[in-house]
């Protein structure tokens, strides 16, 4: 049975910083493109990063670029969100994708179950 499970999540004041984990299991993603997607309160999912399946690319949302960054671990198979200088904005439940990836509109072969992301101003 294939589990991304996410954590690293919590509450952080306003210019904090917080690094998401995304640990799979139940098969290897070491050919897939795996991302990052947030969805606010009373909003739809939206793409926030991704990284693909060499590792040597990445995209962000204009959001978050220049804050954010993501990395893989082949060895853990597991994906990690850098997040930096956090805005009360960047306030939802992450989510972490893999396989089949797109950013818009959101979609993905797996997901995570989330974890909050809270940051206070």
């Known amino acids: 049975q294939v589990q991304l499970v996410e954590s690293g999540g919590g509450l952080v004041p306003a210019g904090g910083a917080l690094r998401l984990s995304c640990a799979a299991s139940?098969?290897?993603?070491?050919?897939?493109?795996m991302g990052w997607f947030r969805q606010r309160t009373g909003k739809e999912r939206e793409f926030v990063a991704e990284?693909?399946?060499?590792?040597?690319?990445?995209n962000f949302a204009d959001s978050v670029k220049g804050r954010f960054t993501i990395s893989r671990d082949y060895a853990k198979n597991t994906m990690y969100l850098q997040m930096n200088s956090l805005r009360p904005e960047d306030t939802a439940i992450y989510y972490c994708?893999?396989?089949?990836?797109?950013?818009?509109?959101?979609?993905?072969?797996?997901w995570g179950q989330g974890t909050q992301v809270t940051v206070s101003s």
């Open positions: 990284i693909s399946w060499s590792g040597d690319s990445t």
């Open positions: 994708a893999a396989h089949r990836v797109l950013t818009t509109p959101p979609m993905s072969r797996y």
């Open positions: 139940g098969r290897s993603f070491r050919s897939s493109t």
